[in-house]
């Protein structure tokens, strides 16, 4: 994957103050992500497809999101700052890249079953409570690459 107007050059260390605002840890395979590129757009059309649920039809509906841009790791600490504190996202959910529609990929970084696992959040389905949809679209990281197709821009 080639990415384009990545962020500054980070290291181990830049991580800590990121962990300490979302209140947990990032899994060691975003971080070795991160660490190589720091967020950016993609040079080719990121596609993937998954079954999301609305919760006021109670149907499921095939979807697909693209991938904007991944988040440059010193702006994650004010995305999910607006996006919690607005309950529109759990706690320590952090958002590591956006779709080309406004909506936001995140991470969980709860130390629970969840831990790793990357989830959409649907800016346009809500629960009872407000927040946005969120669906499961990949066990970890590393599957959510490796699920990535690339098209031609």
Known sequence: MELKECGKKINTVSFFEVEKVLGGYLPEEYKAFM???????PTKRLVLSFVEHDPETGQDFDNELDI??????????????NLYSSELI???????????CG??????????????EIFFADH???EEDERWTITKIASSFTQFIEMLQEQSL
């Open 35 to 41: 660490l190589e590129h720091n967020g950016g757009r």
């Open 68 to 81: 904007y841009s991944f988040n440059k790791l010193e702006d994650i600490p004010d995305f999910y700052d």
């Open 90 to 100: 759990p706690k320590h959910y952090c958002p590591i890249a956006d779709d080309s």
């Open 103 to 116: 909506n936001e990929i995140l991470l969980c970084i709860a130390q629970n079953e969840k831990y790793g």
């Open 124 to 126: 346009e389905l809500f």
